[in-house]
């Protein structure tokens, strides 16, 4: 979703007057359809395989919700394809979306300085400035919870819990503020 506000942010400041001839209803409905099918296809292996594994340790999970990492631990079965599909999943996806948001952002960043007037460079530039704080409020405590889980394991459960909670809770209630 990120990636495709970043294209948008992209198409409004580069392409003003062409913006709703290139950024159709259908057009957006196939950017929604690309975003449900990669993540579907993603997500859909380590979900099956939770289905077979054997469970033999307290069915109690450490957090409010369920928790890719928090049922790895319930298991007593080989749990490796799912532990290092889950890692390469995180990094790949996030470093492969940051990356095409970020070459987004520089593309922008040319466009907007080869602007004329100093007030339509900063009018451009305020557009784009609560969607990069909104895509740091996602991905920097998502990147911690992970952080977390995989080389935390020495530190307090309570430690576990509020970052878990802070990955749920912190960007939508601070998307509001941002936008506003």
Do not use: W
């Not at 409905?29 to 033999?56: E, N, W």
């Not at 007030?119 to 895509?135: D, F, M, N, P, Y």
């Amino acid at each position: 979703v990120f990636l495709a506000m970043a294209f948008d942010r992209f198409t409004a400041i580069c392409n003003p007057l062409r913006y709703t001839s290139i950024l159709t209803n259908a057009r957006i409905v196939k950017i929604g359809l690309g975003i449900l099918v990669r993540s579907f296809m993603f997500i859909i292996a380590p979900i099956i395989r939770l289905k077979f594994f054997h469970y033999c340790h307290l069915h109690v999970l450490s957090h409010s919700f369920c928790l890719h990492q928090d049922l790895l631990r319930l298991a007593c079965s080989d749990i490796r394809f799912n532990s290092f599909y889950a890692l390469a999943l995180v990094i790949c996806t996030l470093l492969f979306d940051s990356m095409l948001i970020l070459v987004s952002y520089i593309l922008i960043l040319y466009s907007v300085l080869a602007i004329a007037s100093r007030e339509e460079r900063i009018k451009s530039l305020q557009t784009c400035v609560s969607h990069i704080c909104a895509v740091l409020v996602f991905y920097i405590p998502i990147i911690g919870l992970t952080m977390v889980h995989r080389f935390g394991k020495h530190l307090s459960p309570v430690i576990h819990v509020l970052m878990g909670n802070i990955y749920i809770i912190f960007p939508p209630l601070i998307n509001p503020l941002i936008y506003s």
